[in-house]
């Protein structure tokens, strides 16, 4: 079982940043892939970033891409998501996720494990 908490959602301003965090119980971290996933109300959730188990591998969304960065610290059993550049659109609460699968599946297969969510909210 592992249980993730994110924390650093809040209001920003188009143009600015932010940076999701998610810490993660358990001593099996490393085990799997991690990533981040978003939802509006009355959309399905959608994939935003992935990343491999020793971050050897990256995958973003299109929609995303050149915006945000997905890293992970094994030592602290963290996972981060920079967003730079935010949009209006990018108003959404993020999930993060854990998956014993690999993180390029996660694109499409989903998550084993969620958070409880994160919102952001970006202002015109």
């Known amino acids: 079982q592992v249980q993730l908490v994110e924390a650093g959602g809040g209001l920003v301003q188009a143009g600015g940043s932010l940076r999701l965090s998610c810490a993660a119980s358990?001593?099996?971290?490393?085990?799997?892939?991690m990533g981040w996933f978003r939802q509006v109300p009355g959309k399905e959730r959608e994939f935003v970033a992935a990343i491999s188990r020793h971050s050897g591998m990256t995958y973003y969304a299109e929609f995303v891409k050149g915006r945000f960065t997905i890293s992970r610290d094994n030592a602290r059993n963290t996972v981060y998501l920079q967003m730079n550049s935010l949009r209006p659109e990018d108003t959404a609460i993020y999930y993060c996720a854990a998956s014993s699968s690999s993180a390029g599946d996660m694109r499409y297969t989903g998550s084993d494990y969620w958070g409880q969510g994160a919102q952001v909210t970006v202002s015109s």
């Open positions: 358990g001593r099996t971290f490393g085990h799997y892939a």
